[in-house]
Structures are given as structure tokens and as C-alpha cells.
């Protein structure tokens, strides 16, 4: 017999608090403005939802999960695609640990494409792009990659360059021409789209908003991007990221399990 939530026992129903998944200002914890460039970590706990927010419409965040407990489970590219059998993220999807537990979900959105595959921006990439500013003479007007980014914040955790894998991309979609080149689609970034990505577990989320890789943009100028935590609760038996696919329902299980 197929193991489905309904017939899983009481006491790991009961460990899944199903508050929300619509937004309400009265359960937001904190919130805060990334600038465009700049990067971020923090631990998002099993049942908060962190809201990203485009707020100009010229926005990337390249991001990276890892399970907080044991920083060696940390998010899948490939299985979170197999899995729901998908190139991008939206809302009704999730992000899978390699251990085929669910970091987070995604149970709105309203940008409709994520990137997936196209990795980060480097150092050399960006110089040979922008060209140079240094904190030396530019401060907090800087140029600054995703990768560069990342590791800073990576190793505030004791983690580094070897933790780097594939990440996504919010806000950037980048599609494939018969011809099989990528092609970044500049009309996709609307001012004030958003992304919610509700936590299943206890994650330590490292974001940079440094620019897309593939972004045709002549200058240096990333999009600010509005953090909101709140408390949602994690997903219930109808929830649309659960009911999405037969493997999400078997991934909730999984990681429902984790926090018997």
C-alpha cells in the first residue's frame, strides 16, 4: 500500500501546523531591503516563510539551502527537477535535499519563472563585463559577484568554496531556442513581483542579489529586494505544493518524518 498523508500516523500529522498560506501582516517577524549586489544568510525555521520582493523590477537572487542540523544535506538541483519533472520553479514547487527531503516550497508566486541552471556570476565574468570598482575607491558602491557574495556568507557558517552548488535564481528566467542557446529574457522582471518560500525544515538560507550571469544589461545596476518573515506554518494535506506531483506528497512524508 502507497504511503499517503492521510494515512500517516497522528503524532506526525500533529507535528505539521498548517496556519496559512496567505500573507498577514500580523504574523510577520522582520523585514529588511537587500540592496542590489549585496548578500545575505540567516536560518529560516520550519514553518516561516520568507516573502522576496522585486522591488524595481531588475532583480536577481541567486540562493543556496542547507539543512541547519547537518550542513552536508543542502539542496538538489537535479532531483528537485526530476522530481516534478520541470526545467524552472514556480509556485507548487518545491526545493529537495539530496537526502529527498523538502528545504522549502514554494506555495506562491507571482514572477512565474525561475532559473535553474545558469549558476552564478564570477569575479572575472563580472570585471570582464562591468569592469572595476573596489571598495578601496567605490565603498558600498562596489561591484560584487554572486560567487563572491556567497562565500562571504558561507563562511560565516564554517562552510566555503567546496559548499558551492548549483543554486537559483530568483527572478531571472532563462530560456532555450531550438538551437539549444540559452537566451535570458529581459520583460520577465516586473517591479513588485514576489516569491514565497515557505521553510519545511530548519534551513540556513545564503542569498546574494548580485546580478544574473546572463543578464544582457550594459551596466552594473542589480535590483533591490525586499525580505519579509512570517509565520505561515509548513504545508497541510491539501496544500498545492503537496498535491502537485506524487513525489512532493512523498517528499512532505519524508521530512515530515525528519521532525518526529
Known amino acids: 500500500m502507497s504511503t499517503t498523508f492521510a ?7 500533529a507535528a505539521v501546523p498548517d496556519i496559512s498560506t496567505t500573507f498577514a501582516p500580523e ?28 522591488l524595481q523590477g531588475c532583480a536577481n537572487v541567486s540562493a543556496l539551502f542547507f539543512n541547519q542540523e547537518e550542513k552536508t544535506e543542502r539542496y538538489n538541483m537535479p532531483d528537485t527537477l526530476k522530481a516534478q519533472h520541470t526545467a524552472f520553479l514556480t509556485s507548487g514547487h518545491a526545493c529537495y ?12 508566486d507571482s514572477c512565474g519563472w525561475h532559473d535553474t ?8 565574468s563580472l570585471e570582464k563585463k562591468y569592469g572595476q570598482a ?3 575607491e567605490h565603498r558600498n558602491g562596489m561591484y560584487r559577484s554572486g560567487l563572491d557574495g556567497l562565500l562571504v556568507e558561507l563562511n560565516k557558517w564554517g562552510l566555503g568554496r567546496r559548499d558551492v552548488g548549483a543554486n537559483v535564481n530568483f527572478f531571472s528566467k532563462v530560456s532555450a531556442d531550438q538551437g539549444g542557446k540559452l537566451h535570458f529574457e529581459t520583460a520577465h ?30 551596466v552594473y545596476a542589480p535590483g533591490a529586494v525586499k525580505l519579509t518573515a ?10 498545492v505544493c503537496r498535491l502537485s506531483c506524487p513525489e512532493n506528497d512523498r517528499g512532505f512524508i519524508n521530512t515530515e518524518r525528519w521532525f518526529l
Open 27 to 54: 504574523r510577520v517577524l522582520w523585514e529588511e531591503t537587500l540592496p542590489g549586489g549585496c548578500h545575505w544568510s540567516g536560518v529560516l525555521r520550519r514553518g516561516n516563510t520568507l516573502r522576496l520582493s522585486d
Open 134 to 136: 573596489r571598495y578601496q
Open 7 to 13: 494515512n500517516l500516523p497522528a503524532l506526525a500529522r
Open 189 to 218: 522582471r516586473q517591479p513588485d513581483q514576489h516569491v514565497d518560500l515557505r521553510f519545511e525544515m530548519n534551513v540556513l538560507v545564503v542569498l546574494s542579489a548580485a546580478p544574473h550571469p546572463l543578464d544582457p544589461a550594459p
Open 230 to 239: 512570517w509565520r505561515s506554518g509548513t504545508a497541510g494535506a491539501q496544500d
Open 97 to 108: 535535499s539530496d537526502m529527498g527531503r523538502i528545504l522549502c516550497s514554494i506555495p506562491e
Open 117 to 124: 541552471f545558469s549558476g552564478v556570476l564570477d569575479a572575472a
